[in-house]
């Protein structure tokens, strides 16, 4: 892979990081594919951009105050991405929430085609306050 290419596939996340931290739903909507795929912890994968922006107008109500702060890039040789990410939030009950994770990209034309997240879930629920410590 150019070191054109992978800068390309880098700005593709950067878009999607960039709308989530801002609260822009539609450009974080068109950023996927319109098939894409989103695959987020504890749930069954969501499918189309609807569905994705739906989810995410949930998930960034829910968390007024928010960042995720990527601390390093990766780059597949096929020209997909992964993130590693440090998140910190509050949430409308105000629960301080701060994890790390990792996002993988999978990139096709220029779009998310599927966007898989990983964190350790068990410690966010706690953090949320909807499991017990």
């Not at 989103?38 to 960034?60: C, D, K, M, T």
């Given at each position: 892979m150019t070191q054109a290419a992978a800068t390309d596939a880098i700005a593709i996340a950067k878009r999607y990081f960039s709308a989530v931290n801002e609260t822009r739903l539609d450009d974080l909507a068109r950023v996927f594919a319109t098939?894409?795929?989103?695959?987020?912890?504890?749930?069954?994968?969501?499918?189309?951009?609807?569905?994705?922006?739906?989810?995410?107008?949930?998930?960034?109500?829910?968390?007024p105050r928010r960042y995720d702060d990527v601390t390093q890039w990766f780059i597949s040789e096929q020209g997909n991405v992964a993130a590693y990410i440090h998140f910190e939030g509050q949430t409308q009950t105000g629960n301080d929430v701060v994890f790390d994770a990792v996002d993988v990209f999978t990139l096709r034309d220029g779009m998310i085609q599927q966007l898989q997240i990983f964190y350790d879930s068990i410690k966010v629920q706690q953090m949320v306050g909807t499991l017990p410590k």
């Open positions: 098939d894409g795929v989103l695959h987020f912890p504890v749930l069954a994968p969501l499918h189309g951009r609807e569905a994705i922006r739906n989810f995410y107008a949930g998930v960034l109500e829910f968390y």
